[in-house]
C-alpha cells in the first residue's frame, strides 16, 4: 500500500512546482522571469510561448536616395527663394545632377576604390561647380537671399548681429567711464 506522507510529499512537490513556474510566467512580463518581458525576449514572456516582435524590431530607417534628396531641395530652394517655372526646372536638373554625382562619390567612399585626398578634392571642385551653376540661374535678390541660407537664417543674422552690437555699444560705454573716472 501506499504510505500515506509519500502521498502527502508527492501532492507538495506538484504543488511547489506549479506555483514556480507559474511566478516565473507572471513575472516575466516584467524582466523578473527568464523569457519575456520588457527587454526580454518577448512580450508577456512564457517558457513555450512563440515570441512576438517587438515596435521598431529588425527595421531601419530607410535611407533618401539621391532623388528624394534633389526633390526636396528643389522644393527648399523654390519656397525661400520664390523661384520662377524656368528656374525652378533648372535647378531641379541641377540638384538632380548634384546629388547623382554626391552619392556616387560616396559610394567610391565606402567601397574603398577612391584615395580619400582625391575624393576630398573632387567634393570641394563639385561643390564650387554647383555654386556658380546656382548663382547663374538666380537673380540679385535671390542670390542674396541663397547666400544667407534663405529667409529664415537671414532674420536669425539680423536678431544675432543687433545682439551683437548693443554688446559692442555697452563694451564702449562702459570702457568710457572707466577712462573718464578719475584713479584714486
Known amino acids: 500500500m501506499i504510505d500515506k506522507h509519500f502521498f502527502y510529499r508527492i501532492v507538495l512537490l506538484i504543488g511547489i512546482l506549479t506555483a514556480g513556474l507559474g511566478t516565473a510566467d507572471c513575472f516575466a512580463q516584467y524582466g523578473y522571469g527568464g523569457y519575456g518581458g520588457y ?3 518577448g512580450y508577456g514572456g512564457g517558457m513555450n510561448r512563440q515570441r512576438l516582435p517587438q ?21 527648399q530652394m523654390k519656397k525661400d527663394l520664390k523661384l520662377s517655372l524656368d528656374q525652378e526646372l533648372n ?8 546629388y547623382d554625382k554626391i552619392f556616387k ?10 584615395d580619400p585626398q582625391d575624393l576630398k578634392d573632387e567634393y570641394k571642385a563639385l561643390q564650387e561647380n554647383y555654386k556658380t551653376k546656382v548663382e547663374g540661374l538666380l537673380n540679385e535678390k535671390q ?12 532674420k536669425h543674422k539680423k536678431k544675432k548681429k543687433k ?22
Not at 515596435?55 to 522644393?75: N, Q
Not at 562619390?105 to 577612391?114: L, P, V, W
Open 143 to 154: 542670390l542674396e537671399r541663397w547666400k544667407n541660407g534663405g529667409k529664415k537664417k537671414k
Open 55 to 75: 515596435a521598431g524590431e529588425g527595421t531601419k530607417p530607410k535611407e533618401p536616395t539621391a532623388s528624394e534628396l534633389a526633390e526636396k531641395a528643389t522644393a
Open 39 to 41: 527587454g526580454g525576449y
Open 105 to 114: 562619390m560616396r559610394a567610391e567612399a565606402m567601397a574603398g576604390t577612391a
Open 91 to 98: 535647378i531641379n536638373v541641377l540638384n538632380h545632377d548634384h
Open 163 to 184: 545682439k551683437h552690437d548693443k554688446q559692442q555699444k555697452e563694451e564702449a560705454s562702459q570702457q568710457e567711464d572707466a577712462t573718464t573716472t578719475p584713479a584714486e
